[in-house]
């Protein structure tokens, strides 16, 4: 079983943080990763193209993904978002 993804309320410096928002009908997605104490971005992206780039680069690096969804947009098709 996938292990469940951890809604958070701002990124984590340890982990791959995914943003999700909602422009219009349009759900898209944010990679957020640290870089020192400064975060790099993917800047948006749709959605299914984050969730992507967030899964490849948790696995290459052995982190967690967690995720920030202010907008309530997280499907359960996608896993299990707890907290």
């Not at 995914?18 to 944010?30: W, Y």
């Not at 971005?41 to 696995?59: R, S």
């Amino acid at each position: 079983m996938a292990k469940p993804f951890r809604r958070v309320e701002a990124p984590v410096a340890s982990a791959v943080t995914l943003c999700l928002d909602q422009k219009g009908g349009d759900v898209t997605g944010e990679v957020k990763l640290a870089d020192g104490r400064l975060f790099s971005t993917t800047g948006p992206l749709p959605v299914a193209e984050a969730f992507g780039i967030a899964v490849h680069v948790a696995n290459e690096g052995g982190l967690e993904i967690v995720v920030i969804d202010p907008r309530a947009v997280w499907k359960p098709s996608w896993g299990v978002l707890e907290g």
